[in-house]
């Protein structure tokens, strides 16, 4: 009988999970490519393939889809934000929740991220689902990556590209950058240094509305 070797995203589709869950059960021994290419890229024979086998250990652990806004004048972006996450997971198939943050992308802090990063750690979670990157955090996302990576913790970003309301963000995370480090460095009783600051912000707020 002829083997049917197939590319590792025709496999992943076939088993119901991602290219990068295949590449990570290879990492652990939990199922290996077939053969590789003269090129390196993997090849799974579709004859051997059971999807039984590997959706078992996974079902007690959750998908989590995370949402967060830096104000509360973007509620509305949230809510846009929370209807993608759940139409791409029903659309999966997946049994999921959604957790939402309203604060800035540089506030390790707020509590659904708190929460997510306590149920990963604590091997509750299987996949977690993000619009952008920025969503989760400004500075620091590769290392709740790197974790999720540790605890076998998928990580689905639906869009690569840049986030639309990336700008905005920006202005808002670095004006509270200025804002902590000014009270840290120099206090707030030194009128030169708030002067400085109020100018650094006006130009901020200034490129914002532009």
Known sequence: MTR???RIHEAAEFLGVSAQTLRRWERTGK?????????GRRRYNLARLRPEQFHAPEAARRTIAYARVSSHDQKDDLERQKQV????CARQGWTFEVIADLGSGMNYQKKGLRRLLGEILDGQVGRLVITHKDRLLRLG??????????KEVE???????EDTTF??????DV??????????LYGSRSRKNQKLLDGVKKAVEEAQGC
């Open 4 to 6: 049917k070797m197939v």
């Open 31 to 39: 199922l290996a490519a077939d053969e590789r290419t003269p090129g």
């Open 85 to 88: 996450l759940e139409l791409h």
């Open 141 to 150: 996302a590769e290392l709740v990556f790197a974790i999720c990576e540790a």
């Open 155 to 161: 990580v689905v970003i639906l869009n690569q590209g």
């Open 167 to 172: 700008e905005e963000d920006l202005a808002k």
């Open 175 to 184: 004006l509270e950058i200025i804002t902590v480090f000014s009270a840290r």
